[in-house]
């Protein structure tokens, strides 16, 4: 038998619906909505520069992407809808947590009730709290000093938000020539380190001091003609341009002198290089040659000295570093001798291959793994130097995106408090120059996010309608790499990853990109691509690319876009030389 509802007890629940699915609509916390918000930026009275500056930029581009002009007080106790930034009272209050230590660098952002609060240390991490937010939630993105992506929105509504974050690695540098004199790009993409100190609202730039720096602390020029015996002792004779005889107590007190000068004048450098001069030729004096084997090798000998000079130089500098190499000749750990407590070890890895990341088994990068891991064992600080581009031939394809995070990973794993991504630091025009240095800045912070996604985002943000071919070109340069083949940072066009038939696809690709390139900058992004093929065609066919205008196309490029196309050889010597 069928049962019938009342009409009326119908309309009721009908009624309910309508204002139940109408309930979340209503109640929504927007943060903007057609050009309005009820919001305002809540900033303590004790804040610190950073984040005066993250209010700011929060301030600004929540205009820029709503038209909504969020104001700035430094009220707490105001009414109404807040963002707090930065951790002040009123934020220990709401949260019952603790004050972050002023150099924590991680950050929080959650919403309690209708208010937001981003806060971390205050140094940075308010600040990198404030760009996540921007850059996770609203979409912002700092490709480039001189390309950030704002989206524009009619409303965006605040979902429940709890996310925290803390860095991976406490010290983070990427080395790309582009980026390196850009310290708010840094900022916004949370790299915190570049060759030299700056000083400036966005929470400072860390350094390191130089390096191969002992010939720069004791120079052959200077002492060598009265004092032969300072320096190294090859074959029986005293050389002025090797290392310098570290047995030799003179050596050891001047460089005591001079790095604590160094530091003096220097102050705001973190950790400073106490390091070989860039050769093999360690001294073989018999004294120096004892010490050596007496601590397992040249590494031992090394760290030997460099802990006496750090001895020297603590009770002055107590929050400073002596940093030495771990490279080459002295990359192997030693025996029966510990780094002190204020001695960074900066371990490289130029030695390796790249096309593989290092824990995947790569019987190239197995002695490096095992010297990484014995060095972890006995250094308090491992501060690695690392490659990510082909010295060689800058502008050439070189595939190792695939190897950035994992191999980040390992080196934190590794009890790394710092890495160096060195790259191409002399001039523009690097392959991928502007894709690599944010994609690396972003793993340097979290090396366990997607690269493919990473390599996505940029190449959407910054290729315009050109985009589609440009990462398909990017996904050819990557299936170059396989199980079986090896490169280091010092291959050329004739290497074995290299063929005619990669070229012409990746001229296709790049061509079609050139043609949908929608304005000129997108042309100009497109174009400097494009030379990656180019230079390999044309270094692949030296007479044929003179004849078909390919030679005098890349000249036009690599002089229009400044690009040194190998380490050793400045642009115009190269096209002389060629």
């Not at 965006?156 to 860095?167: H, I, T």
């Not at 020029?221 to 009265?226: D, G, H, L, S, V």
Request: charged fraction near 25%.
């Amino acid at each position: 038998m069928k049962r019938h509802l009342n009409t009326g007890l119908l309309q009721a629940i009908s009624f309910a619906l309508i204002l139940f699915c109408a309930m979340p609509a209503t109640a929504r916390n927007w943060l903007f909505k057609n050009g309005k918000s009820d919001y305002r930026i809540v900033l303590d009275r004790q804040a610190s520069p950073s984040e005066k500056k993250a209010a700011e930029e929060l301030q600004m581009y929540i205009k820029q992407i709503s038209g909504a002009e969020l104001p700035i007080t430094d009220d707490a106790t105001s009414k109404g809808r807040r963002i707090f930034v930065g951790f002040g009272s009123a934020v220990a209050d709401i949260t019952g947590a603790q004050k972050p230590e002023a150099d924590d660098e991680g950050f929080t952002y959650r919403t309690v009730g209708k208010d937001l609060l981003i806060y971390g240390g205050a140094q940075r991490g308010s600040m990198y709290g404030v760009f996540s937010f921007l850059e996770d939630e609203l979409g912002v993105k700092w490709l480039t000093p001189k390309c950030t992506v704002v989206p524009s929105m009619q409303k965006y509504a605040l979902p429940r938000l709890d996310r925290s974050e803390k860095p991976a690695l406490a010290l983070r540098y990427d080395g790309h020539f582009a980026v390196e004199r850009e310290p708010v790009w840094s900022a916004h993409n949370k790299e915190n380190m570049k060759w030299n100190p700056t000083q400036n609202d966005y929470g400072n730039i860390e350094a390191y001091w130089n390096a191969h720096t002992m010939g720069q602390l004791l120079p052959a020029r200077e002492f060598f003609e009265k004092h032969p015996e300072y320096f190294s002792l090859r074959d029986g004779k005293r050389i002025p341009n090797g290392q310098l005889c570290l047995s030799n107590p003179e050596v050891l007190e001047i460089c005591k002198t001079r790095l604590a000068d160094v530091m003096r004048k220097n102050p705001l450098f973190r950790i400073y290089s106490l390091s070989q001069n860039d050769n093999f030729s360690f001294c073989q004096c018999p004294e120096c040659t004892a010490i050596a084997e007496q601590y397992g090798g040249q590494s031992g000998l090394m760290v030997w000295f460099v802990n006496q000079v750090a001895d020297a130089v603590r009770d002055e500098f107590p929050d400073k570093f002596v940093g030495t190499f771990a490279y080459q000749y002295t990359r192997q750990p030693p025996k029966g001798i510990v780094p002190r407590n204020n001695v960074v070890i900066r371990l490289c890895s130029i030695e390796c291959c790249f096309a593989h990341p290092l824990t995947a088994g790569c019987p190239q990068n197995q002695a490096f793994m095992n010297d990484m891991e014995r060095w972890a064992e006995i250094a308090p600080h491992l501060f690695i130097w690392d490659y990510i581009v082909d010295y060689a031939q800058y502008i050439s394809p070189w595939p190792n995106f695939q190897v950035l995070g994992p191999n980040i990973e390992a080196f934190r794993k590794n009890k790394a408090i710092g890495i160096y991504e060195e790259a191409q630091y002399q001039s523009n025009g690097a392959e991928f120059e502007e894709m690599k240095a944010w994609v690396t800045t972003k793993l340097l912070w979290n090396p366990l996010l997607d690269t493919d996604s990473l390599v996505q985002v940029f190449i959407d943000g910054y290729y315009g309608k050109a985009a589609p071919m440009v990462m398909d070109y990017y996904r050819l340069c990557q299936s170059l790499v396989k199980p079986d083949l090896h490169f280091g940072i010092y291959i050329r066009e004739n290497h074995p990853i290299y063929s005619d038939e990669f070229v012409e696809k990746a001229f296709a690709l790049l061509d079609n990109a050139l043609q949908t390139a929608e304005d000129e900058e997108t042309k100009n992004r497109v174009e400097r691509v494009r030379m990656q093929p180019l230079y390999l065609y044309c270094k692949r066919n030296r007479e044929k690319c003179k004849q078909d205008g390919n030679w005098d196309e890349l000249v036009r490029l690599m002089r229009k876009y400044n690009a040194r196309p190998e380490e050793t050889l400045p642009l115009e010597d190269f096209i002389k030389k060629f």
